[in-house]
């Protein structure tokens, strides 16, 4: 089955420490985002937050691909599309649904009104983004390979349209994939290089080269959002480079200590984190801030914690309730059914 292979522990500890700082960076963001703190103590938690933009995301394409097994023919190639259709792309509508709703509870329906729901087709709704993105690339990736296309070659052709698009400065939406895709086949190229990667050398020199490149950036671009998150042509080599340290980084580590554990636990279910902390992170946080006004630091603790257990929670509920199950695991509670 494509992407089916033996799943290994340190693909998981991956998922599951990724997503942990995607709930920080985005516990962060949401804070200055929303201009309750001064602009200097703000600038604390922005160098934190903009340092992790620049590979969470570079990283969760690239442990996809690591998994990605090119389809022997168009039977497979369909079979495998329907089911990341029905898993990324039911979580996907009944999400944006969610947040669209939240955000007229909220009183923030000049950002997303019902109107946007109807154009989930072609522009996501926040953080939503990610799922879209990652079907569009099994569906580009898987198809051109059946054609016998290299995953380098591919490499090669998403890198030369990501630099057309940008230096044409197209606003299409759907046109991000290739630049996000560039990572996918990075994933591809990582396991086949899988030694290299590993080696001591590589988690060094990347490591260095990181630091150097993040500090460099924020020397000479400040803290500008958009620089560090999407793909740029600003960004494309710091986000290539920590996306190796990232990777050398997880073979690096001891898979029987409790840190490793705790993360692999919870990796097979990033998906759940991802969608659920969101949300929840942006209702806790408008909350706190009417009933109290605590301190940012401590403001960010609590709202971390909020989102990440409530996201635990939800893996519980997931695992014990199939309504909850089928939202993250549409294509199996379908097949299950047909079982009956």
């Known amino acids: 089955m494509w992407g089916g292979q033996t799943r290994l522990a340190w693909i998981d500890f991956g998922k599951g420490f990724t997503i942990f700082l995607v709930v920080i960076a985005h516990a962060l963001s949401g804070i200055y985002d929303n201009n309750v703190y ?3 103590v703000e600038n604390n938690i922005r160098i934190i937050s903009e340092s992790l933009y620049l590979f969470i995301m570079p990283v969760f394409f690239s442990l996809s691909g690591y998994l990605f097994k090119k389809p022997d023919d168009f039977k497979r190639y369909y079979l495998v599309i329907k089911k990341k259709a029905f898993n990324l792309l039911v979580p996907y509508v009944v999400f944006s649904i969610i947040y669209i709703l939240m955000n007229q509870v909220g009183g923030k329906d000049n950002i997303y009104t019902w109107r946007s729901l109807l154009n989930i087709y072609r522009t996501p709704i926040s953080y939503l983004w990610f799922l879209y993105t990652l079907f569009l690339i099994f569906v580009l990736v898987g198809f051109l390979s059946l054609f016998r296309i290299s995953i380098e070659t591919q490499l090669f052709l998403y890198l030369i349209l990501f630099l057309i698009i940008k230096i044409t400065r197209s606003n299409l939406y759907i046109l991000t994939t290739f630049g996000w895709a560039i990572f996918f086949c990075l994933g591809v190229v990582f ?7 590993k080696n001591k050398y590589t988690l060094c020199g990347s490591l260095i080269l990181t630091l150097l490149l993040i500090c460099m950036m924020f020397i000479n671009l400040g803290l500008n959002h958009e620089l560090y998150n999407n793909v740029s042509i600003i960004n494309i080599i710091p986000k290539i480079i920590s996306d190796i340290f990232m990777f050398s980084l ?3 580590l001891r898979e029987s200590t409790k840190f490793f554990k705790y993360f692999e636990k ?5 998906l759940i984190v991802y969608m659920v902390h969101a949300p929840v992170m942006s209702a806790s946080r408008a909350i706190i801030l009417k009933l109290i006004f605590p301190n940012m630091y401590i403001l960010a603790i609590i709202v971390i914690l909020i989102g990440w257990y409530a ?3 939800t893996i519980y509920l997931s695992n014990h309730f199939k309504t909850i199950n089928f939202i993250f695991n549409a294509y199996n509670g379908i097949i299950n059914l047909k079982n009956k």
């Open 38 to 40: 001064s602009l200097g």
């Open 191 to 197: 396991k086949k290089n899988i030694k290299l990667i």
């Open 250 to 252: 997880f073979l690096n």
């Open 266 to 270: 919870y990796g097979r279910y990033s």
């Open 311 to 313: 996201s635990l929670a």
